[in-house]
């Protein structure tokens, strides 16, 4: 039983290679699996040293290979952060709406994780993103639309599982109409069921039909699931046997999200909660950060079994799923030496396919014609905001060499300056550029963010006020763009990547036609006050692409 209860576990730990904790989890209590965050990742020979290193601890202890797992979504959110393809993020491959192109990357980039020894990518995110104040899920979902999000949910899955690792769709049954994060504490969804299953439900359901092998939980409170009580759809049976097993029929392996988030353990501790999650149906339990939780999950688990709480045939039903799902994927390890497998990294033909979509994605709204386009020979003044982690979902951004300003040097025949300004600028800061701004014929400003960076939008208000040529552009979700109804335009390009940019600067020196169209509607803050009021899709404004 002890064997069986481990590989219901995937466990994280501090470090580029394994520490005793793992190695206690692993060779005493036959954990099943493995997550990576950036801690554990620092380049690509490094990251499959530690996969080759982990999977012969587990061989030697079970001999049963492990799940390895990360969160490799695309944008903002990927783990192996340099030498492999990566993604755009979700928001940007909305706006390129192309599923083909979407399933080729996908298929490369997960062929590229295989090859690192990583067998398993929490991707997609398949959350409708409804709520523009939604502070985790943002550019990390597709977009607002729900057979958008399904029909880019279902390549991107696909290309995954056709690369040859499984593929968590999430987060079950929907993080994307919610204002708060449940890394803190319990965000809670009111709508009825029917609102559930023509929205939120639309892409777990198009999935499951199409050969979903795993979804991951989300610890979202849903009262009317669970006789008006606000619990965590992870640890609630309605939610997963009665709606996402019975219901939309999917018989795969279910995933919980991390089980430390406070949103799960809120008065209960992780040790209950995984008891909880396991009896509600779940098959996988992440416990992703601290020794002392995996130990306390570890012996809740053997408690519940030993009280007769836990019964046997329920942990044999998960560990089937598990065992069969392995097979599989993951097969019989093979040796690859590491001069064998750099070869196979960053392959051209995906990063081609994943520079077209980057280039589709680049969005322009034109409220007078040819608006967002800059002009060689006048002076121009690039003022680019300092980029931080938006939400703890994500890592602090990598820092690039290559800025806006960079990449349109070699097009402005002009004088070009570029500043970089501070994440949200103080008032003074904010007078200062206004002031230099007055030099400068046209003025690109860079913004992400801005509910929690007010400073970001009064620096293009006062810009705007100031009679220069002003493009707005967002480097994330675009609802930050809908409070400037007085701009003439403005671009949306969803993440700074260097390649993301060079496609920005074709686009803004009219070298290439912006194909991107808006995934998400703005809220339109024309009404007094400027708070959200009625919504309108950008798509439909004037010259918009």
């Not at 497998?341 to 994943?354: G, V």
């Not at 938006?390 to 570029?418: M, V």
């Not at 600028?425 to 701004?437: G, R, V």
Request: charged share 25%.
């Amino acid at each position: 039983m002890k064997e069986k209860i481990g590989q219901l576990l995937m466990t994280g730990f501090e470090g580029l290679m394994p520490d005793a904790n793992i190695g206690d989890l692993l060779q005493n209590h036959f954990t099943g699996g493995v997550v990576f965050f950036s801690r554990n990742l620092d380049n690509p020979g490094q990251a499959f040293a530690l996969t080759q290193e982990l999977q012969r601890m587990a061989m030697a202890a079970t001999g049963i290979p492990l799940w390895i797992g990360t969160d490799q979504e695309g944008g903002m959110v990927v783990r192996v952060r340099q030498g492999i393809a990566q993604l755009p993020a979700a928001m940007a491959l909305g706006a390129a709406r192309d599923p083909v192109l979407l399933y080729e990357a996908a298929k490369g980039t997960a062929e590229e994780l295989k090859t690192l020894g990583i067998n398993m990518n929490f991707a997609p995110v398949v959350d409708i993103n409804v709520n523009p104040r939604n502070p985790i899920i943002d550019v990390r979902s597709f977009g607002d639309d729900a057979e958008l999000v399904a029909e880019l949910g279902i390549a991107a899955m696909l290309g995954f599982q056709d690369g040859g690792i499984v593929s968590v769709i999430k987060h079950f049954p929907g993080h994307g109409d919610t204002e708060t994060d449940s890394h803190a504490e319990l965000p809670v969804v009111r709508h009825s069921l029917e609102r559930l299953r023509s929205v939120e439900l639309v892409p777990f359901r198009r999935s499951v039909q199409v050969g979903a092998e795993a979804v991951m939980t989300a610890h979202i409170g849903i009262p009317l699931l669970s006789d008006g009580e606000p619990v965590p759809a992870t640890l609630s049976r309605e939610i997963l046997t009665g709606l996402l097993r019975e219901e939309l029929g999917f018989d795969g392996l279910i995933v919980t999200d991390c089980m430390e988030m406070s949103a799960v353990t809120q008065g209960i501790g992780v040790g209950e909660a995984v008891v909880r999650a396991v009896l509600a149906g779940a098959d996988l339990l992440l416990v992703s950060h601290t020794y002392e939780s995996q130990l306390e999950a570890v012996a809740a688990l053997e408690r519940a079994v030993a009280d007769g709480r836990l019964p046997e045939e329920r942990i044999d039903a998960s560990v089937e799923r598990i065992l069969l799902l392995k097979e599989r994927r993951i097969g019989e390890l093979r040796e690859r030496s590491w001069k064998e497998t750099r070869t196979l990294l960053e392959n051209p033909r995906t990063l081609r396919t994943i520079e077209r979509i980057r280039e589709k994605s680049i969005t322009v709204v034109n409220r007078e014609p040819d608006f967002c386009r800059l002009s060689p020979g006048v002076d121009t003044l690039v003022l680019w905001p300092q980029m931080t982690a938006a939400c703890k979902s994500e890592d602090e951004p990598a820092a690039y060499d290559d800025t806006l300003g960079s990449c349109l040097r070699p097009f402005i025949t002009a004088k070009l300056t570029e500043r970089v300004y501070g994440t949200s600028p103080s008032p003074d800061e904010i007078a200062a550029l206004a002031s230099e701004a007055k030099e400068y014929g046209q003025i690109a400003v860079g913004i992400f963010h801005t509910a929690s960076n007010p400073g970001q939008p009064a620096l293009v208000r006062k810009l705007l006020a100031g009679g220069t040529k002003v493009i707005p552009v967002s480097l994330r979700n675009p609802v930050d763009l809908a409070a400037f109804p007085e701009a003439k335009g403005f671009l949306a390009c969803y993440e700074h990547h260097p390649h993301t940019l060079q496609a920005l600067s074709r686009v803004l020196m009219g070298m290439v036609e912006p194909a991107g169209t808006l995934p998400v509607t703005l809220p339109d803050h024309s009404s007094e006050g400027g708070e959200l009021d009625e919504r309108f899709s950008a798509t439909g404004v004037e010259s918009a692409t």
